[in-house]
């Protein structure tokens, strides 16, 4: 049988006919449920469209001040655990009830997204370092908002992008100073490869002319044997040093490039 409504006394009095036996049961305001008297079949009112506005908006007040209450009272709990989560698992749930009731309620935009931000207090949520404006709670709430909610809303965007200025700005600070210590550490390897490849050119240098002279000794001496050995011996060294000034040529090379983007990526903090 269809269920029909006929409000009377103004908002006073809701009644609904009974969908089992078709008799006639009244709700008084604020009431969330009746029982037939003549078939005891329990009636729920719970359809938005069967309450008063008055008993649309009391509520949406009492379910917005349980989920803020939620939230606020996660911010007292000395060691989280579980019972944090289903804390704002259930604010959630409340405000999602308040937004079937009144789906243009800015505050419970403002609700969600405290709860998608872990944020417990509304009057924190500019201290956080996030550009509001790019979260769908944040919109919604500004496309619904009154005229002076919007103005504190716009307020809380303006704070946050302050903060998240701010953030930027440490931040960038710490990785310039984690960078300048890394271009410190690679100009002292660059430094000690440099002295490093002097070092191994003087020996290549030294043992190139050992070579050089002993071989000229071998052919003006009656022992050109010995200065052939020896010949021998200085150009093993030479070429085997002439190795290593390559390798470590081609280390201080590549350390130098290192400390080339190390320079720019400074710079470009710096601007």
Known sequence: MPQTEKKTNASQLICLQCKKCGASIQFCEGQAQGICEYCGNRVLLTSVSEQPASVLLAQTEALLKHAFMNMKVIGWIENPNYRENSMWKRADELLEQVLIYDPNNAKAYIGKL????????????????????????????????DTE??????????????QLTMHQKMEARKRNTKLMQSLIDAEKKAKDLHQEKNAIKKKVIVFSIITCVCTVLSLITDTPGVYIGFAGIALIFGIGYGIMLKITNNEYLGQEKIISSMRDALQKNEK
Do not use: C, G, H, W
């Open 149 to 162: 909610y919007k103005a504190t809303l716009k307020e809380y965007q303006r704070m946050a992008n302050m």
């Open 114 to 145: 405290m709860v998608r931000l872990q944020v417990n207090m509304e009057e924190n949520l500019p201290k956080r370092a996030f550009d509001l404006s790019r979260f769908s709670e944040f919109q919604k709430a500004i496309q619904f908002a």
